[in-house]
């Protein structure tokens, strides 16, 4: 019941987000779908963080006497309740994709002194500031200005609130008393951030030297509705296969008996590359890309596939990279996953190359980015004047810009 109530809220929030972009102004009673969605979540989330501490008190006074069954049983189910909150999470993220640009959103999610992940926020109960952050997000609300409370998102791990006005987000820390030495970082780093969005380009962030943002000129192309497809077929008939560009496909199976292997043998692939999406799903390592349940509208496919009544795989073929390269006159040296990136691209005549890094050619399985699209802004980047060596680009698909790494 909880899951069609947020995913409910979550279409009327999509409705409210289509009428901003056709320039209307939200009012609070226009943003109230969004107050109920960050509430709903705030109770489940915390409904599950009680379950996971009142199990974890359990395995501390029994780990001692009870077998390991009883321990892999019990450890079983706060695995299960932090998959639990990662999925209402993602109806978080859902917003904030919905309202930001996704490769905005990207730089708060990791670090800005490094390159790693910055860690969550850890539980949501409990939290000694969570008071003030409610508040800090209701005072926005209340102005009509749409507002999330980070914690509510997998992806959002600087600052306390986000105002949603614009496709770079807006990072509020809220604070009482003076900053302790976490407090001042925590500020340096969306000071960072900013300064980044303000003005396309930093210094020194994540230690990688001038980080700047530039212009695409081919606008991103999407399949998300062929996955849509691919999945309610399978939920239909057993297992479904679509291939919406050459060498790409989807697979979702809902069947157990169907035969994997024997079904990528038949598409006659010659360097295929395979993310099960499911597998990504469990882990928890969805962000920071835009998540499924913003891409698959239809609410039975997603809550299948979020609790894996359907297998889900995203397949494409190199190969057909390297010859849609080639037929730029492009020659492609393709890398492991040891390696930062995917593909470098060298123009013989000139030597100037460039590389794709895999954080940016993962879209073509997790966002369902077509890889044509992913050849042709990198080949943008080839043939624009000044192109870093060993660079890959992200386009902001709002804003036309680009964050090159």
């Not at 024997?262 to 998540?291: C, D, M, Q």
Request: neutral net charge; charged residues 25%; contains cysteine.
């Amino acid at each position: 019941m909880s899951f069609e109530r947020a995913h409910g809220l979550l279409e009327e929030i999509r409705n409210l987000r289509a009428a901003m972009g056709a320039g209307v102004t939200p009012s609070p009673t226009m943003l109230h779908p969004l107050w109920l969605l960050q509430r709903l979540l705030v109770k489940e989330i915390t409904r599950a963080e009680r379950k996971i501490r009142r199990i974890k008190s359990i395995l501390r006074l029994t780990a001692e006497h009870d077998g390991s069954d009883r321990s892999i049983s019990l450890m079983t189910q706060v695995e299960a309740y932090r998959h639990l909150t990662y999925i209402w999470r993602s109806f978080g993220d859902a917003v904030a994709f919905l309202f930001m640009d996704k490769f905005a959103l990207r730089q708060a999610f990791y670090n800005t002194h490094n390159t790693n992940a910055k860690q969550d926020a850890g539980f949501l109960s409990g939290k000694a500031g969570f008071v003030g952050e409610w508040e800090e997000v209701e005072k926005w609300l209340r102005q009509g200005i749409p507002a999330l409370l980070a914690d509510l998102t997998n992806t959002i791990r600087h600052g306390d609130v986000c105002l949603m006005v614009g496709p770079d987000p807006v990072l509020i820390e809220v604070k009482l008393g003076e900053l302790d030495t976490r407090g001042r970082q925590q500020r340096d780093s969306i000071r960072q951030l900013m300064e980044f969005f303000e003005n396309d380009e930093i210094p020194n962030l994540r230690g990688l030297g001038k980080i700047y943002r530039t212009a695409h000129h081919s606008p991103e192309l999407c399949y998300a509705h062929v996955m849509e497809d691919t999945i309610i077929a399978a939920a239909r008939t057993g297992a479904a296969f679509k291939s919406p560009e050459r060498g790409l496909w989807y697979v979702a199976i809902a069947d157990g008996a169907v035969d994997l292997k024997a079904t990528i043998h038949g598409f006659s692939l010659g360097h295929p590359i395979v993310y099960p999406l499911n597998e990504v799903k469990t882990n928890r390592s969805w962000a920071p890309y835009s998540p499924l349940i913003l891409s698959i509208r239809d609410r039975e496919s997603s809550y299948r596939f979020m609790w894996g009544d359907i297998i889900v795989f995203v397949i494409y073929d190199l190969d057909e990279l390297v010859a849609a390269a080639a037929s730029r006159g492009l020659k492609t040296t393709l890398f492991s996953r040891e390696e930062d990136s995917v593909f470098e691209l060298i123009e013989p005549i000139t030597g100037k190359n460039i590389r794709l890094a895999w954080q940016l050619f993962d879209r073509l399985a997790l966002e369902f980015t077509s890889p044509g699209w992913l050849l042709e802004i990198t080949v943008e980047r080839l043939n624009s004047q000044g192109v870093p060596s060993a660079a890959s680009s992200e386009r902001n698909t709002r804003t036309g810009k680009s964050a090159v790494f």
